[in-house]
T-cell receptor, first 114, second 111 residues
Framework: NAGVTQTPKFQVLKTGQSMTLQCAQD?????MSWYRQDPGMGLRLIHY???????DQGEVPNGYNVSRSTTEDFPLRLLSAAPSQTSVYFC?????????????FGPGTRLTVL | GQNIDQPTEMTATEGAIVQINCTYQ??????LFWYQQHAGEAPTFLSY????GLEEKGRFSSFLSRSKGYSYLLLKELQMKDSASYLC????????????FGSGTKLNVKP
């Protein structure tokens, strides 16, 4: 089991560019989510999905799009990058997010927008 | 809105005991989680509480009081490798369950 994988590990973009952060899991988890982590602000939920074809917004969804066409993959798209989107992005997955079912986090993508 | 408060930073000595507090005011509650995050790494699960009381897991214990909106993580016999950030997160019931995280507490363990 590779667990939760994210690519790329590092990325530098110019303002206005678009890109997709990839996230995949091989644990057959239904629940997947994207967070961003900024200094002093903890983890903030961007978007999440409870299964293929079902997504919902988190706290900070503006400027990001997601889709979930398969159980394994949950890509995050930045439509037009802005310096405010400079952050570390974590993808996480869990079976159901019920009870004590915890989330497993990927290694993160460090994004810089110039 | 949701609010979770944790101290920003704490320092403790190797071999000692440290308690990291977390207070929350949220619209709903489906459980409280503690995660550990070493610098430059992903968070990893430490503990879960949904009922009042203490949950013990080796050197780590976590306590919850739902009426007070309060939890703490207790780390015993501190080791240098316990230097990390500790994140408190509440599971919120909305359309679907989702997490809300506090800002985290950076713990420095000194020799």
């Amino acid at each position: 089991n590779a667990g939760v994988t994210q690519t790329p590990k590092f990325q530098v973009l110019k303002t206005g560019q678009s890109m997709t952060l990839q996230c995949a899991q091989d644990m057959n988890h239904e629940y997947m989510s994207w967070y961003r982590q900024d200094p002093g602000m903890g983890l903030r939920l961007i978007h999440y999905s409870v299964g293929a074809g079902i997504t919902d917004q988190g706290e900070v969804p503006n400027g990001y799009n997601v889709s979930r066409s398969t159980t394994e993959d949950f890509p995050l798209r930045l439509l037009s990058a802005a310096p405010s989107q400079t952050s570390v992005y974590f993808c996480a997955s869990s079976y159901t997010l019920q009870g004590s079912d915890t989330q497993y986090f990927g290694p993160g993508t460090r994004l810089t927008v110039l | 809105g949701q609010n979770i408060d944790q101290p920003t930073e704490m320092t403790a000595t190797e071999g000692a005991i440290v308690q990291i507090n977390c207070t929350y005011q949220t619209s709903g509650f489906n459980g409280l989680f503690w995660y550990q995050q070493h610098a430059g790494e992903a968070p990893t699960f430490l503990s879960y509480n949904v009922l009042d009381g203490l949950e013990e897991k080796g050197r780590f214990s976590s306590f919850l009081s739902r009426s007070k909106g309060y939890s703490y993580l207790l780390l015993k016999e501190l080791q240098m490798k316990d230097s990390a950030s500790y994140l408190c997160a509440v599971l919120l019931p909305y359309n679907f369950n989702k997490f809300y995280f506090g800002s985290g507490t950076k713990l420095n363990v000194k020799p």
